[in-house]
C-alpha cells in the first residue's frame, strides 16, 4: 500500500461548482497535511496546511483532515477557471524518523480544469 | 523578492552523458531542497541542505547524483553518467526553516530528458 494516494482525475468541472479533492495515506504518524496547487510548466505552490484532526478555511478553499479515517479533503467552492490546476496533497515524512521537516512526501495529483 | 530560480528550463541529452543543473534560492533562505518528478509517479524528495551541510539525503537514488551546496548560496545537482530512468523534472524549493511546519517555495523545474 502506499503511503499517499491521491486520484489523479483528470477532474473537469463547471464554473461556479464546488470541488472536492482527496486523499487517503498510511501512516497515522502524520501530523501536518498540506496541499500545493501547481499550474502548468510551474513549481507547486503551497495553498493551505492543517495540523492534525479538523478543518481550516482560506477564502473559498477549506480544507478537511480526518485522522481516524486517515483521510484528507480539499474542498473549492465557487471554482473559477484560475483554478485550473493541478492539486497536491502533501506530508512532511522527514518527522516521522528525525529527518527533515521539509522532507514532503507527495501524492500523484489531481489535475483540475474548471470551465467558464 | 525574486522567487527560487532554476537554470536550465530544459535539458536534453544522451545516456552516459554528464549534466548539472542549478538552482538558486530565495535570498535569505538557508534550507534548499531537491525533488524530482519521473512521468507517471509522484513528486519525491532527493536532499536537504541546510546552509551548506547535507541535512538529510535519504531520497538519492544512487551515486551518479552529485548534490553540491558551496557557501551556502546556490546549489547544484549533477547527474554522471545520466540513464533513462533519470528523465523528469527536477524541482528544486527553499525555505526559511523557522519552527513548525516548512512553507517550501518550488521553482519551475529543469526538465531533462536522457536519450
Known amino acids: 500500500q502506499k503511503e499517499v494516494e491521491q486520484d489523479p482525475g483528470p477532474l473537469s468541472v463547471p464554473e461556479g461548482a464546488i470541488v472536492s479533492l482527496n486523499c487517503t495515506y498510511s501512516?497515522?504518524?502524520?501530523?501536518?497535511f498540506m496541499w500545493y496547487r501547481q499550474y502548468s510548466r510551474k513549481g507547486p505552490e503551497l495553498l493551505m496546511y492543517?495540523?492534525?484532526?479538523g478543518n481550516k478555511e482560506d477564502g473559498r478553499f477549506t480544507a478537511q483532515v480526518d485522522k481516524s479515517s486517515k483521510y484528507i479533503s480539499l474542498f473549492i467552492r465557487d471554482s473559477q477557471p484560475s483554478d485550473s490546476a493541478t492539486y497536491l496533497c502533501?506530508?512532511?515524512?522527514?518527522?516521522?524518523?528525525?529527518?527533515?521537516?521539509?522532507?514532503?512526501?507527495f501524492g500523484k495529483g489531481t489535475k483540475l480544469s474548471v470551465k467558464p | 523578492e525574486a522567487g527560487v530560480t532554476q537554470f536550465p528550463s530544459h535539458s536534453v541529452i544522451e545516456k552516459g552523458q554528464t549534466v548539472t543543473l542549478r538552482c538558486d534560492p530565495i535570498?535569505?533562505?538557508?534550507?534548499l531542497y531537491w525533488y524530482r518528478r519521473v512521468m507517471g509517479k509522484e513528486i519525491k524528495f532527493l536532499l536537504h541542505?541546510?546552509?551548506?551541510?547535507?541535512?538529510?539525503e535519504s531520497g538519492m537514488p544512487n551515486n551518479r547524483f552529485l548534490a553540491e551546496r558551496t557557501g551556502g548560496t546556490y546549489s547544484t545537482l549533477k547527474v554522471q553518467p545520466a540513464e533513462l530512468e533519470d528523465s523528469g523534472v527536477y524541482f528544486c524549493?527553499?525555505?526559511?526553516?523557522?519552527?513548525?511546519?516548512?512553507?517550501?517555495?518550488f521553482g519551475s523545474g529543469t526538465q531533462l530528458s536522457v536519450l
Open positions: 541542505f541546510v546552509k551548506e551541510s547535507k541535512q538529510d
Open positions: 502533501a506530508m512532511p515524512q522527514g518527522l516521522n524518523y528525525g529527518g527533515s521537516q521539509g522532507n514532503l512526501i
Open positions: 524549493a527553499s525555505s526559511q526553516g523557522l519552527s513548525g511546519y516548512e512553507k517550501l517555495f
Open positions: 492543517t495540523y492534525s484532526s
Open positions: 535570498s535569505g533562505h538557508d534550507n
Open positions: 501512516n497515522s504518524a502524520f501530523q501536518y
